[in-house]
């Protein structure tokens, strides 16, 4: 069990943000560990024809070592809640280079180390500037296809974490973020095999929704540039899918009638009025009238995300269609 404890100001100076280059390190587990991170097996199909003869060695070294650590300076803490790419390489580009051959070095402890790996001891600055170059391209092949999809769900799983803290109080942001973690209050506890107990030490804990967290959570407890804990964001599955039909239970819909009740069951995960109106055939007009009239019965809010307003469920929402099912597609 991981302890992360929390002194009284500490929740206070929690912050989201979302990481490009945390989306390409945890896209790289995604690629690399389909047994654990099975559900994006439709990515993985899409992506490796692209991937194949990129020349992309050395990033394909540094993110999956044999000793599952990826070194810290890759993932830099943002200091902004959406850097873009480039700000963040750029952090990662002025890393000094003893710190660089380091954590490059310590990821392969105890191992062969391939000549990617070790250009990093004998010609550093040359090796970093190779991985800048191969993250660029890796992002453009793998991530930016799906850029737009992935922002969606971080900015969704943002605006519903601030709506439960408006709702319940700043301990909502930490209550629920993942079947793992378990907030008492005073301190995340991680149900890792691993364990240790880490305090904050006065810097703000960022937490980093990435929707190719999968099943994981990861923690950057020791990190230079502060500490981070990444997490799959609220529906993240359907990223990569289209939205599946969803049915409500038999008494949503016997509340609210099959359709409204439908909408509601289907906004697990934040959704456009043209995406309900895809998922469950029904004609736009159709879908913003309920999705009007699910808002001013408090059950769902619009959040806009750049030009799209996107709604998700409020907490009286999340009671109501907690029991709805999936109905697979064939």
Request: aromatic share 6%.
């Amino acid at each position: 069990m991981i302890h992360i404890e929390f002194a009284p100001a500490d929740l206070v100076g929690l912050r989201f943000a979302h990481s490009p280059l945390v989306e390409v390190v945890t896209s790289g587990f995604a690629l690399n560990r389909p047994t654990t991170f099975w559900m994006y097996d439709s990515w993985r199909a899409r992506v490796r024809p692209r991937l194949s003869g990129a020349g992309l060695g050395t990033l394909q070294a540094v993110v999956a070592a044999p000793t599952c650590y990826v070194p810290d300076f890759l993932t830099p803490v943002p200091a902004t809640a959406r850097p873009s790419l480039d700000e963040e390489l750029r952090v990662v580009a002025a890393t000094p280079l003893d710190r660089v051959a380091a954590e490059v070095d310590a990821a392969w402890a105890g191992h062969p180390a391939p000549p990617e790996i070790r250009r990093f001891g004998t010609d550093p600055a040359a090796a970093l500037a190779e991985l800048v170059r191969q993250v660029r391209r890796y992002f453009e092949l793998a991530v930016a296809p799906v850029w737009p999809r992935l922002c969606a769900a971080v900015e969704g799983e943002i605006a519903h974490r601030a709506l439960a803290a408006a709702e319940r109080g700043p301990g909502a942001l930490l209550a629920d973020l993942h079947p793992k973690l378990d907030w008492d209050g005073s301190a995340l506890r991680l149900g890792y095999a691993k364990s240790g107990h880490w305090g904050l030490d006065g810097h703000p804990l960022a937490l980093l929704p990435a929707g190719f967290a999968g099943p994981v959570v990861h923690t950057m407890t020791e990190g230079r540039t502060g500490r981070a804990l990444w997490y799959p964001p609220r529906g993240y599955g359907r990223v990569w899918d289209p939205p599946e039909r969803v049915e409500p239970s038999t008494a949503l819909a016997g509340l609210l009638g099959p359709t409204r009740a439908a909408v509601l069951t289907l906004l697990a995960a934040p959704s456009s009025t043209g995406e309900v109106a895809s998922a469950l055939g029904l004609a736009p007009a159709t879908a913003s009238h309920h999705l009007t009239a699910l808002r001013d019965a408090g059950l769902v809010v619009g959040e806009r995300v750049g030009r799209r307003l996107r709604y998700l469920r409020t907490g009286l929402g999340e009671q109501l269609a907690g029991a709805g099912t999936t109905v697979e597609r064939p």
